[in-house]
C-alpha cells in the first residue's frame, strides 16, 4: 500500500497564491505519474495537471501558465504551484500516483487538500 499525504490548501483571496504538497509513503516501488485533480461542489473530477516520471508535463487548459507541478523524486513527493488564484479555482484537490511494480501500474489516490478562493 502506498499512503499520500497532502498539504497546503486553505483560503486565499482571488489573485493570490498556494502550494500544494503530496507526499508518497509506504510500499513505493517505482512512481511513475503524479499528479493533481480537483473536484469542485457539483462538479466531476477533472486533471488539473500531471507529471512524468521523466519530468514531462500536462496541464489542464485553464491553469495553464499559473499553475506549476514539479516533483522531488528523493521525497517522493509532488508540488502544485498555484499562482493568480481565481474564484473558479474553489474545489477539493487530490493526488494520484501510479506505483508500478512487477510490470503492472497501481493508482492511489490522497484524501485531498480544500482550496477557497475568495473574490
Known amino acids: 500500500q502506498v499512503q499520500l499525504m497532502e498539504s497546503g490548501g486553505g483560503l486565499v483571496q482571488a489573485g493570490g497564491s498556494l502550494r500544494l504538497s503530496c507526499a508518497a509513503s509506504?510500499?513505493?516501488?517505482?512512481?511513475?505519474?503524479m499528479g493533481w485533480y480537483r473536484q469542485a461542489p457539483g462538479k466531476q473530477r477533472e486533471l488539473v495537471a500531471v507529471?512524468?516520471?521523466?519530468?514531462?508535463?500536462n496541464y489542464a487548459d485553464s491553469v495553464k501558465g499559473r499553475f506549476t507541478i514539479s516533483r522531488d523524486k528523493a521525497k517522493n513527493t509532488v508540488y502544485l504551484q498555484m499562482n493568480s488564484l481565481k474564484p473558479e479555482n474553489t474545489a477539493v484537490y487530490c493526488c494520484?500516483?501510479?506505483?508500478?511494480?512487477?510490470?503492472?501500474?497501481?493508482?492511489?489516490w490522497g484524501q485531498g487538500t480544500k482550496v477557497t478562493v475568495s473574490s
Open positions: 507529471i512524468s516520471s521523466i519530468g514531462s508535463t
Open positions: 509506504g510500499s513505493i516501488f517505482s512512481l511513475n505519474a
Open positions: 494520484n500516483v501510479e506505483n508500478f511494480r512487477g510490470g503492472t501500474g497501481y493508482d492511489y
